[in-house]
């Protein structure tokens, strides 16, 4: 299985490449990490959000394959436990298909994004500066993965 991130943003700083590579690159071929970087729509005074999101999120689709399970990470999404993670990990290898997580841009994930998720996941109630999300599902996903194979990572 392949889990696809797929950010809206480009040029991260040194330091979130760093620490989002670090983690996915501890993920096993058989539940790898993969991210896809969407260019930020160009904001202009002209144009409303609603307008930078339907961009986004169009070229977001572009890359989404049908067969793929759809997580949107939304801010009214469920939060999960590291558990919770871990099962939907194991849900996930059992379908036999691979997962994309659709983050969008500032101003969120357009309607199209949305309704195309089977699911929606909130990291946190806390607004998180998009580096940081990439670093942080990076991790949540191996902790994760390290509970489904009994690994010492995670400890309760």
Do not use: F
Request: contains cysteine.
């Amino acid at each position: 299985m392949k889990i696809k991130l797929i950010a809206v943003g480009t040029k991260m700083p040194d330091w979130v490449i760093k620490a989002y590579t670090n983690y996915a690159q501890r993920l096993p071929r058989d539940c790898s990490l993969e991210l896809i970087e969407i260019a930020a729509a160009k904001r202009t005074r002209n144009s409303v959000a609603t307008q930078w999101m339907e961009k986004e999120g169009e070229q977001i689709l572009k890359v989404v394959d049908k067969s793929d399970w759809v997580v949107a990470l939304d801010v009214k999404g469920k939060n999960w436990s590291t558990q919770q993670l871990s099962q939907r990990i194991t849900d996930w290898q059992h379908k036999g298909g691979n997962v994309s997580l659709l983050v969008g841009g500032p101003d969120g994930l357009s309607p199209k994004c949305l309704s195309l998720a089977k699911e929606r996941w909130s990291l946190s109630g806390l607004t998180l500066p998009h580096p940081l999300v990439r670093v942080v599902l990076a991790e949540a996903i191996y902790r994760a993965w390290t509970v489904t194979v009994n690994h010492p990572y995670h400890r309760e």
